[in-house]
């Protein structure tokens, strides 16, 4: 069953990820973008990672998303539509992400089934390896939760301290210098100068 | 068959190399910035599966993936508005018109 | 501070500040220089009756001796001994006459101050030389008067013809002051020392003649018999090689054969510079740096051979190209060289005795000769030629009268010093083998002979010319010095210089405290009243009744010998074989220097540095597209090689 599961969400947001990369329309993106998201909290689950599943969904595809949907629709777009595509710069990714790709793919085949040499090299014999999956306790809020409060109380301040400067820098960069009344075009060059030496 | 860690690895490495290409191929910056979140999310399922592959049970990874979560949202909230003050002086996100930083 | 410094301090001050300022203000200039002159010759004094002890010495450098290195000392001091006090008075004194001398004779030159500043670095430098107690800074003080005989010949230097000498004496003596360092190097890595203070100089000996005798010791088969024989004196070849080093050092600054042509240019120069350096002073300085090192020069009779030999040669040799030269200047020159050409084969016959003599009484005559030379060109307004000359002794009589005087001291008429040293050391010369003697002799006979062909045509017979008509007397300060020096010429022999010098050198040979005195340190010729004296004299008196009877009353030169009037072809030999050899050496060295090291060494690479900028410049195209793939693919490239690649 596991299996079954495993390999629809995989697929399905490897699928949905090509969708982003290959999609004309901006908008369409976004929404498989956010799909790809789905699909991943779907494999956090899997993973037992119940908590970070919710959080993902909520912050990811609800609000990042939802941000990202927003400025494409404030911004025009539609011009780029009908572009050709660039033959040249295609080619030229596929081939580093295939090179990438084959990397990986090298450095797990030479560990046996279950990363157990890789292990075995890393960690001394007594420690049981990484085969198979540990037993699991559907408490992981209440252990992430112990955790942040304890050993990572410090990156947990400041992370906080972090989206407070975010969001005065947000609030910063998009504020809109006063408009002079008389003459809105000839005010827009001297503008243009301001916003470069920003 | 038995999904392993390596199966799990496999995927994310591809979700990251589908970013990359997004990062390489496309010439919208938006789709570039989306891209790169995407990279950011592979990231996050690796570090999520080897927590859960932790002999020891340790959730250090999945905090670790709460704490990328928290600034990546941050930063795409940044990231998007630099997007915009540069579409207003600009008028483009088109990338191969913000060339100036050239010989 | 001792007093001796000043020595050397005072004319170096002088030529300082002329050099800086003085020499806009020409009277200030005479002032300074003839000053320092003045004053170095009563310390010179003061220094010969002993009142002046010698200086603590300021050491340069002082490396001990330890293994595979001999130790070395090179310091400035001052030597008093019984040849540099002779030579340092026969420096000063003739030096201060010729500055006085040339007070008159440069008074109508603009650039006067320029010429006092030149005499008194050669008063600085060729003092050096004689009071210098080590080779290394007798080489230094060597160089200085080359700079000085440089400028001074070189002082109308607008003039091609003089320029040109000067260069040639400054190349000629820099090739031979090659070989004198090569010398001075052999000298201390045999000896361990470069001190030329006679006791040094005495363990030097002692030292050379262990290893000689260690040499000798080892000698088997053929060059034992040859060793037992006493036919020749096997050498170990590196003292060879140091007396010949050193020797080389003479030939260039003493102007023998084959470096002798630049003397003779070297006239080029005002005739105050010829009669100092060119005749008393510089070219003496080959000797007396001879007679300092004698008992180096004796450890390889090889090298003394050679030395004898060369100093013969040359004597004969330049006495008659003399023969044939038709300025007065000239001639005066080429019997510069033959006299020099007298006292390194003295030096070279066991005699440095005879030598340092005839040094300091040719000193006196033969610039006695070139000052009266320089009053009669100035007084028939720089006319040099003989044959535009004519009628003299009566118009300027006391220009004549001093200028005989020095001519009959010169040819070795008695009872003038030059009779008394030009004796002994033709008597030297027979002592050690009678060849040397009778070539000496048959340049007896020519010098006496080109002397009347000059005093002759120059100063009796009909004016040849309108200025000769009209010459007019120097004033006194030009013929108080010939005064002067006509009274040295005259009592020279008198004053007891012969014994002066004998002793001297037989208390170096006391020194070394090794040797009997049966003639093999130092010659000590027999008494032979015939050979000392009589023949010389019978062939004075034939060379003065043959130029007599050639020359008197005639328009030109009877003689016509073209080979000796081309100085036996021996600049033009130089020139086309050596001087355009190095100019073409030169020149593709040039070529090469201005291509290959700087076009292609230096500018390529500039160029290159340039060239790769541009090429890396191309990778800022500022397309996001092309940097983010680039930093992937090197990414991922690096990924792959850190793990995979063994």
């Not at chain 1, 908590?51 to 780029?80: R, Y």
């Not at chain 3, 220009?399 to 005989?404: C, R």
């Amino acid at each position: 069953m596991e299996a079954f599961f495993f390999w629809i969400f995989s697929i399905g947001m490897i699928v949905c990820g090509l969708a982003v990369i290959l999609n004309r329309n901006a908008v369409a993106s976004a929404l498989c973008f956010a799909f790809t998201i789905v699909f991943m909290s779907a494999l956090f689950v899997m993973l037992s990672a119940f908590f970070l599943a919710a959080v993902q969904i909520l912050v990811t595809a609800g609000a990042v998303m939802v941000l990202f949907l927003f400025i494409i629709m404030l911004l025009d777009l539609t011009a780029m539509e009908h572009a050709p595509r660039q033959k040249l710069w295609m080619g030229c990714a596929l081939v580093v992400a295939l090179g990438f790709v084959f990397t990986v793919a090298r450095t797990l085949y030479t560990l046996p089934g279950g990363t157990a040499s890789l292990t075995n090299t890393v960690t001394p014999s007594s420690v049981p390896s990484f085969g198979a999956a540990t037993p699991v306790t559907p408490d992981d809020t209440h252990q992430i939760g112990k955790l942040l409060f304890s050993t990572y109380v410090a990156p947990f301040e400041i992370t906080s301290l972090l989206i407070l400067v975010a969001t005065i820098g947000v609030i910063v960069l998009c504020k809109e210098e006063p408009r002079s009344a008389p003459g809105k075009e000839a005010s827009r060059e001297p503008k243009k100068e301001t916003a470069l030496t920003r | 068959m038995e999904i392993t860690l390596n199966h799990y690895l496999a995927v994310a490495a591809t979700l990251f190399a589908i970013g990359m290409m997004g990062v390489i191929m496309r010439r919208n910056l938006l789709i570039i910035y989306m891209s790169l979140e995407m990279m950011l999310q592979a990231a996050n399922l690796t570090l999520v599966a080897f927590s859960r592959f932790n002999p020891r049970g340790h959730l250090d990874g999945q905090v670790f993936v709460f704490f990328v979560i928290t600034v990546a949202a941050a930063e795409v909230a940044v990231g998007l508005a630099l997007i915009v003050a540069l579409y207003r002086v600009r008028q483009t996100t088109q990338v191969q018109d913000l060339n100036t930083l050239k010989f | 501070m001792d007093i001796a410094w000043l020595l050397l301090l005072l004319p170096l001050l002088a030529s300082i500040a002329i050099l800086v300022h003085l020499h806009r203000k020409p009277d200030m200039a005479i002032f300074a220089s003839v000053g320092s002159a003045a004053l170095c010759f009563l310390i010179a004094l003061a220094v010969a009756w002993g009142s002046v002890p010698a200086p603590a010495s300021l050491v340069w450098m002082d490396f001990p001796e330890s293994a595979g290195f001999p130790g070395l000392r090179i310091e400035a001091g001052m030597l008093f001994d019984s040849l540099s006090k002779g030579m340092l008075l026969i420096v000063t004194g003739v030096g201060l006459l010729v500055h006085i001398f040339s007070i008159g004779y440069m008074s109508h030159d603009p650039s006067k101050g320029r010429f006092f500043g030149g005499l008194s670095i050669f008063m600085f430098s060729m003092t050096g030389i004689v009071l210098a107690t080590n080779l290394i800074m007798l080489f230094f003080f060597w160089e200085g008067v080359g700079l000085s005989s440089y400028l001074l010949i070189g002082f109308w230097y607008q003039k091609e013809s003089a320029a040109a000498a000067a260069n040639k004496a400054f190349v000629c003596n820099r090739l031979a002051d090659f070989g004198f360092m090569i010398g001075i190097l052999t000298f201390w890595v045999m000896m361990g020392t470069v001190s030329i203070e006679p006791d040094q100089l005495a363990q030097c000996y002692v030292h050379g003649t262990q290893i000689q005798s260690q040499v000798q010791s080892t000698l088997h088969g053929v060059t034992a018999l040859i060793h037992q024989s006493g036919l020749i004196t096997p050498t170990p070849i590196l003292l060879t090689v140091m007396v010949l080093g050193l020797f080389c050092g003479c030939v260039g600054k003493s102007a023998m054969f084959p470096f002798h042509v630049w003397l003779p240019d070297a006239m080029e120069g005002p005739t105050p510079v010829s009669a100092l350096i060119h005749a008393a002073t510089m070219v003496a300085a080959g000797v007396y740096m001879l007679c300092r090192t004698y008992p180096l020069l004796i450890l390889s009779p090889q090298g003394m051979g050679v030395i004898a030999f060369i100093g013969c040669f040359t004597a004969i040799f330049a006495a008659l190209i003399a023969v044939q030269q038709n300025d007065i200047k000239r001639i005066l020159a080429y019997s510069t060289l033959s006299q020099l050409g007298y006292m390194v084969m003295a030096v070279g016959c066991s005699g440095p005795d005879a030598a340092m003599f005839h040094l300091t009484t040719h000193a006196f005559f033969k610039a006695l000769l070139f000052l009266a030379a320089g009053s009669v060109i100035h007084a028939l307004h720089e006319e040099q030629d003989i044959w535009r000359m004519g009628g003299l002794w009566k118009k300027i009589p006391l220009t004549f009268v001093t200028f005989a005087i020095g001519m009959l001291a010169l040819i070795g008429c008695p009872p003038f010093a030059g009779f008394f040293s030009k004796d002994y050391v033709l008597a030297v010369a027979y002592e050690h083998h009678p060849a040397f003697y009778w070539v000496g002799v048959f340049t007896a006979f020519l010098t006496a002979f080109y002397m009347t062909r000059l005093m002759v045509v120059a100063f009796w017979g009909p004016a040849r010319t309108p200025t000769a008509e009209h010459p007019h007397e120097s004033p006194s300060v030009m013929t108080i010095p010939l005064i002067l020096l006509s009274i040295l010429s005259i009592i020279g022999g008198f004053i007891g210089i012969e014994t002066y010098y004998h002793t001297w050198a037989v208390n170096q040979l006391q020194a070394t405290g090794q040797l009997p005195i049966d003639g093999h340190f130092v010659a000590i010729p027999e008494a032979n009243w015939m050979i000392e004296s009589g023949i010389p004299l019978l062939t004075v008196l034939a060379g003065v009744a043959s130029a007599w009877f050639l020359y008197n009353g005639r328009a030109t030169d009877p003689l016509r010998i073209t080979v000796l009037a081309r100085k036996f072809y021996f600049d033009e030999f130089y020139d086309r074989n050596l001087v355009v050899g190095t100019q073409m050496w030169a020149s593709v060295l040039n070529w090469i220097d201005g291509w290959i090291l700087e076009g292609l060494v230096i500018r390529g690479l500039a160029y290159f540095s340039v060239g790769m900028g541009e090429l890396l410049k191309l990778f800022q195209t500022g397309s996001l597209q092309a940097y983010a793939f680039l930093f992937s693919l090197g990414g991922a490239l690096l990924i792959y090689l850190t793990l995979f690649a063994h």
